[in-house]
C-alpha cells in the first residue's frame, strides 16, 4: 500500500494566522515527505474558502502549485484531490496535465471531481447549475485525450472538434475519480484507473459500505475490479497538538503513534492501494509522527 500527504495550501494549513503557506514552506513541506520516503503529494483545487459567517480565507491555484511541485522533486507522484471538472474546459485541463507529465517524467495522478463549493462559483463567475451533467460531459473529452486519443464531442455544456494533444503526454496518466453516490461512483466505474473516498479515521463500515458499492458499480460497467486501484483519504490529528479537529470524531483518527501505525495496518489489509494522509496541523512535525508510524509497520 502506498502512503501520500495532503500539502499544505491554504490560510487553515499556515501557522501563521491570517497568512497562506509560503511557496518556501510549502516545498519545504514536500521535500521533507520525499526525503522522510512518502510515496505521493497531494493537491486540493479550491480559490478559497467561505465560512457560514462570510470569513474568506484563502488557497493557492492548485495546477499552478502542482507544476512547482513536479519541477521542485524527483521521486513522489503528484496527485490532485481532485481538480474541479468546472473551473477550467476539459481540453485545457488535459493539456495541462500533459504539460505535467512532462515536467514530473509521468508522476502525475489526474485526480478529478464535480466540484461542490457555491462560493467559489458565484465569486469567479462559473455556472454551479447540473454539475453531475457537466462533469460526465467533461470526462468524455479530458480521458481520451490523456489516453492519446483525437476527440470530438458535442455535448449540451462541452464541445471538442478534432482536439489532440500535441506532444502527447510521454507517460500513461491515471485519472482518478472522487465519489461516492451511485452515479458518480458509475462514472468512476466507467472512466477511471482510480477511486477515491474520504474523509475518514480508522477502517469503519462506512468505509466498507462504500467498497462494496463501488464493487457493485464496477460489476454493472463490466469492469474487472483488479483494473482499478482503491485509494482512500484520512485525516490524521496529533492529539497534543491540540488544532481544531476539520473532520469531527467519525472522519478522523486521533491516537497514539503505535495505535496509527495499527490503523495504517487495518487499511493495507483492506486491500486499499493507495492512503492519502491530510496531517493536523499540517506541519512537518506531524509528518514526522506519520512516518514514524509508517516505521513501526
Known sequence: MKIGVVVPMAEADSQVKGQTPSWPSLRSFALAAEAQGLDSLWVFDHFFDKAKDGTVTGQHE????????????????????????SFRS???????????DEVSDGRLILGL??????PEYYAFGF?????????????EIIVPLVRGQTVSFEGRYHQARDAVLVPAPSHPIPVLIAS???????????????????WFGAPD?????????FDEALSAEGRDPTGVSRTVAIIVNDPAAHVPDPGGEDSSFSGSV????????????????HLIVLVQPLTEASLGRLTSAIALR
Request: hydrophobic share 50%.
Open 258 to 273: 503505535d495505535e496509527l501505525a495499527r490503523a495504517l495496518d487495518a487499511y493495507d489489509a483492506l486491500d486499499i492501494d
Open 113 to 118: 471531481g464535480a466540484g461542490w463549493h457555491d
Open 62 to 85: 492548485a495546477w499552478t502549485v502542482v507544476s512547482a511541485l513536479a519541477a521542485v522533486t524527483d521521486r513522489v507522484q503528484i496527485g490532485t484531490l481532485v481538480m474541479c471538472s
Open 127 to 139: 455556472p454551479k447549475d447540473h454539475r453531475v451533467d457537466r462533469f460526465e460531459e467533461a470526462l
Open 205 to 213: 463500515q462506512v468505509l466498507q459500505g462504500q467498497m462494496k458499492a
Open 180 to 198: 461516492f453516490g451511485p452515479r458518480m461512483l458509475g462514472l468512476t466505474a466507467r472512466h477511471a484507473d482510480a477511486w477515491n473516498t474520504a
Open 90 to 100: 476539459p481540453a485545457l485541463v488535459a493539456k495541462m496535465a500533459a504539460a505535467v
